[in-house]
């Protein structure tokens, strides 16, 4: 079966960086896009990063765009979230995802998820 698994996630100070992965495994990984996405109790998850499976495109929301960076290694099957100059604001659980059928910035769109690791930004 298909499984996403996030590591890299902790605790930071404001300024500082973390480096999320997610390693899938049970899926062709070259064939799909590759999300994050985090969420806040009581708050709908968002889009943070996406990396298409075709050409290796990126996009991201306003609000990290120039700190985040999302990368994959096809090799590996990973996927990766380099967070600089983090702020409290980005205090989230950060999720994994993987759409088979497109480049989406819509939960509803992705196929797979992971369990999520939680990334707090203290002030």
């Known amino acids: 079966q298909v499984q996403l698994v996030e590591s890299g996630g902790g605790l930071v100070q404001a300024g500082g960086s973390l480096r999320l992965s997610c390693a899938a495994s049970?899926?062709?990984?070259?064939?799909?896009?590759m999300g994050w996405f985090r969420q806040n109790p009581g708050k709908e998850r968002e889009f943070v990063a996406r990396i298409t499976w075709s050409r290796g495109s990126t996009y991201y929301a306003d609000s990290v765009k120039g700190r985040f960076t999302i990368s994959r290694d096809n090799a590996r099957n990973t996927v990766y979230l380099q967070m600089n100059s983090l702020k409290p604001e980005d205090t989230a659980v950060y999720y994994c995802?993987?759409?088979?059928?497109?480049?989406?910035?819509?939960?509803?769109?992705?196929?797979?998820w992971g369990q999520g690791t939680q990334v707090t930004v203290s002030s």
């Open positions: 995802a993987a759409d088979g059928w497109g480049s989406s910035d819509r939960v509803s769109d992705y196929d797979y």
């Open positions: 049970g899926l062709t990984f070259t064939r799909y896009t």
